[in-house]
């Protein structure tokens, strides 16, 4: 036990960096206000639960999943675009094979889901949902239309910015992230209360960016959104010894 | 610089909604326990939008996973995945073994627990412990560091018909402990 002990104190922790985030009791996303926890989080330490994850995606994708604009009978309507970049962690090392998940609202602002009845004309060709593993280099790319705006309840006349959802896993429970990536100069930044939820500092790392060189020409523009998760501290991960089997 | 979080909002059943993602295990395998639970606001009201997710190790404290420098144990998947559009959560998995702790003791059995939602501007994070483990959950530091029984109660799933069942309370006077990890 002991041997076992010391060779999971060797294991590096993930960092946090909690002024990154938007604090979850934000009372002008008005949603936040009753689902908010009122007490302080309880520190946890880092041990083997929260420094494993589910490593998923190998035999749950397929190249189709990456192509927003290939999974109807005929193509989506919109502006076509590429949405690609790099997933690191904090320390600037790729995070490679891992799985992204991305959602978004079609072309004219309106998701594909039961309980999105803004009366926005939805695409029979266009789900809005994509999959794909980052490859060695922790680099993704997806195809798919550009999202369009939409109203919501929060306040008088609120409107959404147009937005990809993402999710990933990363390599370990810690490095757990839901996002949701903007476009630059979305001139409606600046009224989203839950754009706004995030600490000046860091809101620009939810805006992609655009690339002219990127773009393929006759086809798609590109936006670039780079990921990063969590960095782990300095200590050296040392391979356990042989008594420790 | 990491990226910031950011709420999955009401439509995240159309990317997070996995046929599968309920099972950890299959059905029909031993010892298989239905975990049931319902996640609660600020009022009391159930909220069918949410997102649970859950980690574990096998029932032998063990990972499929190549961090853990005991070596991996390859094909426990760990993971669940629950909505709660019928108002509760529900995962099909098995009791995880207990899990060393750095101090040379062992963590009673438990699972990460991930919750989302629209209003959730960041996941929390919480554990389920079972209730029925009374002797190891005596010796969980984790459990140890919470102020007191009533705190340590919000952790407990409680033995049910076909396994164990936890409501998550996200906000109010009976709010879940949740964790900064």
Known sequence: MTQTASAHSALARYRSEPEAHPPLASPDYVSTRLRSPLRPPVPLPQRLTELTGPLLGEGRITDLDSDLTRQGEAEPLGQRILVQGQVRDDDGRPVPHALLEIWQANAAGRYAHLRDQWPAPLDPNFVGLGRTLTDADGRYRFTTIRPGAYPWGNHHNAWRPAHIHFSLFGRAFTQRLVTQMYFPDDVLIPYDPIALAVPEASRGRLVSSFSMADTQPNWALAYIFDIVLRGRDATPFEAPHEEDE | MTTPSQTVGPFLAIALSWPDGPYVVQEGTPCAIWLRGRVLDG????????????????????????????????????????????????????????????????????????????????????????????????????????PDDAARATLLAQPSADGYRLDLVLQGADETVFFAV
């Open chain 2, 43 to 146: 009022e009391g009201e159930p909220i069918v939008d949410a997102l649970v997710e859950t980690w574990q190790a096998d029932p032998q404290g063990r990972f499929d996973h190549p961090d853990d420098p005991r070596g991996a144990v390859p094909g426990f998947r760990g993971f669940g995945r629950s909505e709660t559009v019928d108002g509760e959560y529900a995962v099909l998995t098995v009791k995880p073994g207990r899990v060393p702790d750095e101090r040379g003791g062992l963590q009673a059995p438990h699972l990460d627990v991930s919750v989302f939602a629209r209003g959730l501007l960041d996941r929390v994070v919480t554990r389920i412990y079972f209730a029925d483990e009374e002797q190891a959950n005596r010796e969980d530091d984790v459990l140890a560091s919470l």
